[in-house]
């Protein structure tokens, strides 16, 4: 008997010398019962999964700004930084790193950062590579419609900020994000593949560590999830997040189910230039959807427009000084006439609520700089709102346009995502610190528990601002009205709308 139990304990004691990286996933199931693998079993199990394909900690599907923004922040981070990560996305960027050249003009895909956006961008190590490029500040951003009765303005001074955001072209941040993650000791594969096929077991399981049971779940493949990829190969890992956009294959094939709808409306976007440089972001709601001009630095500006369908195609074929004219009549007189000073007097019927009166309530309406020249080719695309009802299963956590996709209005998509980024990165960091599996579905959920119900807010609201103002009808105007005016007018509104449109506040209530 004794030499039994020391032969077993000699077993333990070389299954225990098992590399992390290989096999640090947790076991499914603690069968006291088993008997520990042979060492030539060992063996075979790992060079069986050795043939079959790579293992990973993470897989991050879709290396676009979300899944870049993951990984760097996993590279960041003492408790993460040491995983082996996969990268697969077919875009050659990623490996031929790209060049930005400071004298093009700005491409027409641009993202609105938020001061919250920011920040995680600087704990990362990241803005510094978009300082180097170009980008706008923003102190100020001014909002009304087409009716001349509803206006507001925001400045940055109302909560004692220097800014309300910053306008980045993607593919700048893309290359910021890039830049941090190859500049840093970071254990990371870039595929430059597409994913095709992804078997992820299911079964229930303990999270507790078992060197036998582990082995015979890497055997089974019960630990791990498989990618198949286009160009033929395969890897396994503990975790695979999937950041590959609204059409997420990843979502799909986990089996995550979404609701949402197409609006009756496209996005036309391009860059223009004025005369002068535009500091300020306007934003003018018109009867068919709002037209945003946003600053983008050096005289230019990048136009997001929302109509109708054919409204977007007639207005992509214009010829150029057609379409120039256009946007200027919806920035200016078109539709209806400029703002009065308020609908509702001098705002004193709220004077009850603005004791301390924002700096901004007494600045008087202002019309955005002309548009001189178009700087760059139109794009046209669909509007829709989809949202998963999941973010997190067994091995698998959707993060950005995967999980939700949301109506341009305010430009907070991007910014939606970049937060999912760095709240999977602190949970894995989280799970890492008390030994439990990373994709382990209970520690998945802490994930979508934290970013769900701020996605669910913020999606409403913007839906609720589009629907809002896909009528035109009389008695609703003037409610629209009224809500601009008090926005405008009550203070500490005023401070909760902005912070909560910066990522600085969970819910638009009063502070």
Known sequence: MNRTIARRLAANAYALRIPRKSFSSQAPGNDASSVPACPSHEHEVKQSLKNDGQLYDVAIVGGGMVGMALACSLARMPLTKQLNVAIIDSNPALQNKLIIKKEDPPDPRVSTVTPATISLFKDVGAWEYVLQNRH???????????????????????????????????????YALLSCMQNSEF?????????????????SSST????????????????????????????YAKLVVGSDGGKSLVRELAGFKTTGWSYPQNALICTVEHTIENQCAWQRFLPAGPIALLPIGDKFSNIVWTMSPKEASDCNSMKE?????????????????????SLLGNGDMFSWLRADATSSAKESFEVPPKVVRL??????????????????????????????????????????????????????????????DIGEVSLLKKYEAERKPANIMMMAVLDGFQKAYSVDFGPLNIL????????????????????????????????
């Open 375 to 436: 700087a760059s080719a139109r794009m046209v695309f669909p509007l829709s709102l989809r949202h998963a009802s999941d973010y997190a299963s067994k091995r698998v956590a959707l993060i950005g346009d995967a999980a939700h996709t949301v109506h341009p209005l305010a430009g907070q998509g991007v910014n939606l995502g970049f937060e999912d980024a760095f709240a999977l990165s602190k949970v894995i960091a989280e799970g890492i610190a008390v030994g439990t």
């Open 136 to 174: 706008a500040f923003f102190d100020k951003m001014q909002v009304w419609d087409y009716t001349g009765l509803g206006y507001t303005r925001y400045e940055a001074r109302d909560i004692n900020k220097e800014a309300l955001g910053c306008v980045v072209e993607n593919k700048v941040l893309h």
């Open 208 to 235: 507790r560590a078992n060197s036998t049971s582990s082995l015979t779940a890497l055997h089974n493949q019960r630990n791990l999830a498989k990618l198949d990829l286009s160009d033929g190969s395969s890897l």
């Open 321 to 341: 000084a057609d379409f120039i004219k256009a946007v200027n009549h919806a920035l200016d007189y078109g539709y209806g006439p400029h703002p009065k000073s």
């Open 187 to 203: 254990q990371k594969t870039i595929y430059s593949s597409r994913l095709t096929s992804m078997a992820v077991h299911r079964s």
């Open 480 to 511: 629209r009205a009224a809500a601009f005016n008090g926005a405008h007018y009550i203070s500490p509104l005023k401070r909760s709308i902005i912070s909560f449109a910066s990522g600085e506040q969970k819910l638009p209530l009063f502070s």
